[in-house]
C-alpha cells in the first residue's frame, strides 16, 4: 500500500515563546463517516496545515515490474541513516506511538519537541523515505480495503517535505501533497532526486498479496 500551496519557508511558521502552533484539518471518523475538526498543535507538538504545502497531481509513467525493482534495487542514500532510517547526527530521530491510532514523529533529541508526520489512516504510515541527496523527505499512506469510502475520503496520499540539518525541526519543511481516490499503493521508490516510482493496484485486497494485479509507474514531482 503506499507509497509524496506554496513552499513553506521558516518564517512561515507562527512560533509562540515556547513552542510552534499550527491549525492543522484532520479526519476523524464519526459513526463511519468523516467529519473534519480543527486540530491545534500546541507546546512541544507541531503539525502542519495543508495550505502550506503544494497541492499537484502526478503525471504518471508507466514502466514494467523489472524497472521497478531496479530503482529498489539501485535506491541508495548519500547520507548515514540510524537505526530508525532518519539522518545520523541530524539531531532528529523517529518515533512511533500506537494508542488509538498508529503515529509517527520526528523528534528533537535535544528538547521534548516533536512534530506529527501526516496520515489520515488509523494504521499511520506506510513508508517514510529520503531521497538519494538526503534533502527531500517523502511520506505516504494508503488504504486498500473495498470500505474505504465509509472511513477516508482518498485511497492514498503522498507529502513531501524539504530537508535541512542543524537546525532541528525548524529545518523540515513542507513541500507538496497529493490525494487520489483511484488507487491504492504498495510500495514507493526514489528514482533519483526528482523523480519517484511507485508500485500500485486498482483493485481491494481481498485476498493473498499473490492475488494482487500490480502496476508500475514513475513520476517526476517536479512536473507541472
Same mark, same amino acid.
Given at each position: 500500500?503506499? $507509497? /509524496?500551496?506554496?513552499?513553506?519557508?521558516?518564517?512561515?511558521?507562527?512560533?509562540?515563546?515556547?513552542?510552534?502552533? +499550527?491549525?492543522?484539518?484532520?479526519?476523524?471518523?464519526?459513526?463511519?463517516?468523516?467529519?473534519?475538526? @480543527?486540530?491545534?498543535?500546541?507546546?512541544?507538538?507541531?503539525?502542519?496545515?495543508?495550505?502550506? @504545502?503544494?497541492?499537484? =497531481?502526478?503525471?504518471?509513467?508507466?514502466?514494467?515490474?523489472?524497472?521497478?525493482?531496479?530503482? *529498489?534495487?539501485? #535506491?541508495?542514500?548519500?547520507?548515514?541513516?540510524?537505526?530508525?532510517?532518519? /539522518?545520523?547526527?541530524?539531531?532528529?530521530?523517529?518515533?512511533? %506511538?500506537?494508542?488509538?491510532?498508529? =503515529?509517527? #514523529? $520526528?523528534? %528533537?533529541?535535544?528538547?521534548?519537541?516533536?512534530?506529527?508526520?501526516?496520515?489520515?489512516? !488509523?494504521?499511520?504510515? $506506510? *513508508?517514510?523515505?529520503?531521497?538519494?541527496?538526503?534533502?527531500?523527505? /517523502?511520506?505516504?499512506?494508503?488504504?486498500?480495503?473495498?470500505?474505504?469510502?465509509?472511513?477516508?475520503?482518498?485511497?492514498? %496520499?503522498?507529502? $513531501?517535505?524539504?530537508?535541512?540539518?542543524?537546525?532541528?525541526?525548524?529545518? /523540515?519543511?513542507?513541500?507538496?501533497?497529493?490525494?487520489? &481516490? !483511484?488507487?491504492?499503493?504498495?510500495?514507493?521508490?526514489? +528514482?533519483?532526486?526528482?523523480?519517484?516510482?511507485? =508500485?500500485? #493496484?486498482?483493485?481491494?485486497?481481498?485476498?493473498? *498479496?499473490?492475488?494482487?494485479?500490480?502496476? #508500475?509507474?514513475?513520476?517526476?514531482?517536479?512536473? &507541472?
Amino acid at each position: 500500500m503506499f $507509497l /509524496i500551496a506554496s513552499y513553506l519557508t521558516n518564517d512561515n511558521l507562527k512560533v509562540g515563546a515556547d513552542a510552534a502552533i +499550527v491549525i492543522s484539518d484532520a479526519l476523524k471518523k464519526d459513526n463511519m463517516n468523516d467529519k473534519i475538526e @480543527r486540530k491545534t498543535a500546541v507546546g512541544s507538538l507541531t503539525l502542519y496545515n495543508d495550505s502550506l @504545502r503544494s497541492g499537484r =497531481e502526478l503525471n504518471l509513467t508507466k514502466i514494467s515490474k523489472n524497472e521497478f525493482q531496479s530503482y *529498489k534495487g539501485k #535506491y541508495k542514500a548519500s547520507c548515514v541513516l540510524d537505526s530508525g532510517q532518519f /539522518i545520523s547526527g541530524s539531531g532528529l530521530y523517529v518515533i512511533h %506511538e500506537r494508542k488509538e491510532i498508529y =503515529e509517527t #514523529y $520526528l523528534a %528533537e533529541r535535544n528538547t521534548n519537541r516533536k512534530m506529527l508526520m501526516p496520515s489520515t489512516y !488509523d494504521a499511520g504510515i $506506510l *513508508k517514510m523515505l529520503l531521497s538519494p541527496s538526503c534533502n527531500q523527505l /517523502i511520506v505516504c499512506s494508503s488504504y486498500d480495503g473495498p470500505d474505504y469510502g465509509n472511513y477516508y475520503e482518498y485511497r492514498a %496520499e503522498i507529502f $513531501l517535505f524539504n530537508v535541512s540539518t542543524g537546525i532541528g525541526l525548524k529545518g /523540515i519543511t513542507p513541500s507538496l501533497n497529493y490525494y487520489t &481516490k !483511484d488507487w491504492s499503493i504498495n510500495n514507493l521508490i526514489w +528514482v533519483d532526486e526528482n523523480t519517484i516510482a511507485l =508500485e500500485l #493496484y486498482n483493485g481491494t485486497r481481498t485476498g493473498n *498479496k499473490e492475488d494482487l494485479k500490480f502496476r #508500475y509507474f514513475k513520476s517526476n514531482l517536479n512536473a &507541472k
